[in-house]
């Protein structure tokens, strides 16, 4: 049973669940736009047995502030100040789409910090069509302001990210959703060949591979993680 926490930083309250044995080493997860922690509930379980596994609220959803202040740099600022709270010094990370780019953009930044880096079905930094999101109708669990921002950044990415995925010292793992994916699968190849030693796995199950197929996305990433 995860446990529910909050904390402060810099400022902004980041709520998060910690699953796992105290002394196990730490494995951060870091979800996808629009989501929060509780979408790793299905698999994160299993990495607590290994790990002590901390989910996060990025800020703007879930239980976490909504400062009306965002961006992807934001938000890897928020979970370098978690680490540096917690004093957790170096981790495992686990990234999904939006938290994949979260995750590298904290791999290329702070090298040292991050020991291995699994991205789950996460686009390489290059411009894309640019589209008008339409607001789902009700009560959202997101701020709709960060997801204008956050898609705005996807849409015309920094350059200078792409540049860096060279600078990532993490071994890494890029787990792919195959055809089904709107991510395309191409740029998901190049992220691997840019990142040094990057490698891919394909579980055909579309953009939420740890939804979809939980069995196969947590052998996958366990191979991974523990050999």
Do not use: C, K
């Amino acid at each position: 049973m995860a446990d529910h926490r909050s904390i402060d930083v810099g400022g902004v309250r980041l709520a998060y669940q910690v699953s796992g044995p105290l002394d196990a080493p730490p494995l951060v997860l870091l979800h996808a736009l629009g989501e929060g922690a509780t979408d790793w509930d299905s698999v994160a379980p299993a990495f607590a047995r290994y790990w002590r596994v901390y989910a996060l609220d990025l800020r703007g959803h879930g239980q976490s502030d909504w400062p009306n202040h965002y961006s992807l740099e934001l938000m890897q600022a928020d979970v370098l100040g978690f680490l540096d709270a917690l004093a957790l010094d170096r981790v495992d990370l686990i990234g999904h789409s939006m938290g994949g780019i979260v995750a590298y953009l904290l791999a290329e930044d702070h090298p040292r910090r991050v020991d291995r880096l699994v991205l789950e079905d996460v686009p390489v930094p290059r411009p894309r069509e640019l589209t008008s999101p339409t607001r789902p109708e009700g009560e959202l669990p997101f701020d709709w302001e960060m997801v204008l921002a956050i898609r705005r950044q996807v849409d015309v990415p920094n350059p200078a990210w792409l540049e860096r995925l060279s600078q990532i010292t993490a071994v890494t793992l890029i787990v792919a959703g195959g055809p089904d994916s709107h991510v395309p699968q191409d740029g998901i190849a190049e992220l691997a060949r840019r990142i040094p030693g990057g490698r891919v796995v394909t579980v055909p199950a579309g953009h939420l591979i740890h939804h979809t197929e939980p069995e196969a996305f947590t052998e996958a990433v366990l191979a991974f993680l523990r050999a």
